[in-house]
């Protein structure tokens, strides 16, 4: 309901309220980040956000190992390009 009244940055902030040990930022290329720090609670509350019967889902763009999640305002073509690059440089750093 947040989400149909609100819009995305209204659930962005009541998630962030809710995060137990997590933690959401914006990056620099426009992407929201959800880390959950490994804290089901935390896991519970984003995997809520991606489910398929959630609105919210469309803003979902990746994931990654460790408890990293992505979600863009506008998702296009680009985000996930950029989410593909975030990818490259973990396992770069690998």
């Known amino acids: 309901m947040i989400y149909t009244?609100?819009?995305?940055?209204?659930?962005?902030?009541e998630v962030e309220s809710r995060l137990t040990y997590g933690k959401l930022r914006k990056q620099d290329d426009g992407l929201y980040e959800i880390t959950t720090g490994g804290w089901s609670d935390d896991e519970q509350l984003v995997h809520a956000l991606i489910n398929p019967a959630s609105k919210f889902h469309?803003?979902?763009?990746?994931?990654?190992?460790?408890?990293?999640?992505?979600f863009d305002e506008d998702?296009?073509?680009?985000?996930?390009?950029?989410?593909?690059?975030?990818?490259?440089?973990?396992?770069?750093?690998?």
């Open 58 to 70: 469309y803003h979902y763009i990746g994931y990654l190992i460790g408890g990293a999640f992505y």
């Open 75 to 94: 998702k296009t073509i680009e985000s996930h390009r950029r989410i593909r690059i975030i990818k490259e440089k973990e396992e770069a750093d690998i």
């Open 5 to 13: 009244k609100y819009g995305f940055h209204a659930v962005l902030k």
